[in-house]
């Protein structure tokens, strides 16, 4: 499986972006999509996972983010509303064969390339 993310920018305090992972290949092997990020300086985190209709979401972003899912076009979108300059970072797509909730990177089995999401105060 591959994971092509994108829709990552520059955006003000207070707007919104909204990322997507596509998925190409055994697209079938996935049963749980992520979402992760990396500040300059730090471990990448959790921020979302959607496994079947169950999502799950970082307390750091519960309230802004939402995480979805369109399997007719095998893409995962994570929808990101009153952003603050804490949330810049590389976000990054992955995805696990079993599904759950997996909330650590060792539980995942792909990986997208980063995009990067600036947001200025």
């Known amino acids: 499986v591959q994971l092509q993310a994108s829709g990552g920018g520059l955006v003000q305090a207070g707007g919104s972006l909204r990322l997507s992972c596509a998925a190409s290949g055994r697209t079938f092997n996935t049963g749980a999509m992520g979402w992760f990020r990396q500040a300059p300086g730090k471990e990448r985190e959790f921020v979302a996972v959607?496994?079947?209709?169950?999502?799950y979401y970082a307390d750091s972003v519960k309230g802004r983010f939402t995480i979805s899912r369109d399997n007719a076009k095998n893409t995962v979108y994570l929808h990101m509303n009153s952003l603050k300059p804490e949330d810049t970072a590389v976000y990054y797509c992955a995805g696990k064969r079993a599904p759950g909730v997996a909330r650590t990177t060792a539980e995942y089995d792909y990986w997208g390339q980063g995009t990067l999401v600036t947001v200025s105060s």
């Open positions: 959607i496994s079947w209709s169950v999502t």
